[in-house]
């Protein structure tokens, strides 16, 4: 294991400052990939099987990768630091990016759902990116620099849905589909972001963490195994809101973004405007992170919990009602990002508060676990009810998993109070 050098406490701004700078360059990369990619699989889902009701397994798959790699990863990181870990996450991202290509050529379903599941690892990276960033941070900031991080995925997701249809005309002639194209820009886009994180993430925040904390949070091997973390998680009801919060926002942001190309193809629309669409929820999801950072150290992390009920209630709304409106879709489609980001970022630094910092790696990854898991189940579940009963009644049922979420933090204030 890395022995990080010992770092006084006037090198720790300066420190803190370069890891973060190091996050967000690899975080615009890992954006970009993801999006893409994620812009058009459940095109390209549907476009392999030859059935609209197996699109939803594209959004399954892809949350399939991270929800499997989810607890290695944090086993990895436990005892070899982040560096290790991303770098593998953005590795795996990449060569399911090429077996998702090989998929579409030979036209076989079953072997691109496979490299979609690794292509999903690449996200794994990037949510891991943003507990590395609540690694060297203080309490009072955690919200700050995890939202500064997730922020920084603006830049790469924005601008990946958008340039998925110069990705498709670029294998033009190659035999490659043109919604497979996205995909090979992805591989390259993955392994240039695990170099610069193999290289220029150093020395490693967690391992510097626990070093700052002290012999205890360096030496109890035993705290960063599953175990130790499923037992941090039953001490502390703050942290089962947080698994909870954290669950839940992806699971309902997961599930309707993943339908809404489907929905809006329906309507007449095409990859041009279904990549605005994209684009301006992903901007959603990170634009305004800094701001759900921001509310979060200062109002608190059950008060952000709150408006993220609110904000993933509304635009269940109003995407569930928009019909053939393009414009109610996408604003929908807007808000629905936003209650995704008041719900991550407040969650992550909920669930880094309530654990010991000698527990975290492992808690975190079981976050990481069960958030992908729910999120898999989620995206299956909405090409059925899509196929079945239609796009407003997959709304219907996201408002509905907000139920619990919004129980937890009301007895959480109750608590408080």
């Known amino acids: 294991m890395e022995i990080s050098a010992p770092v006084t406490a006037a090198e720790l701004p300066t420190l803190r400052r370069r890891i973060q700078a190091v996050l967000i360059a690899s975080q615009i990369l890992g954006g970009l990939g993801i999006a893409i990619g994620v812009a058009l699989a459940a095109v390209l889902a549907k476009d392999v099987s030859g059935t609209e009701a197996l699109s939803g397994l594209a959004s399954t798959a892809s949350v399939a990768g991270p929800a499997l790699l989810a607890m290695p990863l944090a086993s990895l990181m436990g005892t070899r630091g982040r560096r290790p870990g991303l770098v ?31 292509f999903g690892a690449g996200s794994s990276a990037n949510l891991a990116a943003r507990f590395a960033a609540a690694d060297l941070a203080a309490p009072d900031r955690r919200g700050r620099a995890i ?21 498709g005309e670029s294998v033009a002639g190659l035999g490659i589909p043109a919604a497979a194209g996205p995909f090979v820009w992805a591989a390259g886009v993955f392994v240039v972001a695990a170099v610069m994180v193999a290289v220029l993430l ?89 701001v ?28 569930g009602t928009a019909g053939p409106s393009h414009a109610q879709t996408a604003a929908g489609l807007f808000v629905l990002g936003l209650g995704w980001s008041a719900g991550l970022v407040s969650g992550s630094a909920l669930l880094t508060d309530s654990v010991p910092q000698a527990a975290r790696a492992a808690v975190q990854g079981l976050s990481d676990f069960i958030m992908n898991t729910a999120a898999g189940v989620g995206g299956l579940a909405a090409g059925l009810i899509v196929a079945q009963a239609g796009y407003g009644w997959l709304n219907l049922v996201g408002a509905c998993l907000l139920v619990p979420m919004a129980a937890l933090a009301v007895r959480g204030v109750v608590r408080r109070a």
């Open 88 to 118: 593998l996450a953005y590795l795996v991202g990449a060569l399911g990016a090429g077996v998702v290509v090989l998929g579409a050529v030979v036209d076989n379903f079953p072997l691109l759902l496979v490299g979609l599941v690794g």
């Open 147 to 167: 939202s500064t991080v997730v922020w920084a995925t603006t830049i790469g997701a924005v601008l990946g849905p958008n340039v998925a249809a110069p990705a």
């Open 202 to 290: 150093r020395p490693d925040p967690l391992l510097t963490a626990r070093a700052l904390a002290g012999p205890e949070a360096s030496e109890e091997a035993d705290s960063r195994s599953l175990r130790a973390g499923m037992r941090a998680v039953r001490a502390s009801s703050r942290a089962r809101l947080a698994l909870v919060t954290v669950a839940v926002s992806h699971t309902a942001m997961v599930s309707i973004m993943s339908m809404t190309p489907v929905a809006l193809s329906h309507h007449g629309a095409g990859i041009q405007l279904i990549g605005l669409v994209i684009s301006g929820h992903i901007a959603g999801m990170y634009a305004f992170s800094p």
């Open 292 to 319: 759900m950072g921001w509310l979060s150290d200062r109002l608190g992390r059950l008060s952000v919990i709150g408006l993220a009920v609110g904000l993933l209630s509304v635009a269940a709304l109003l995407a």
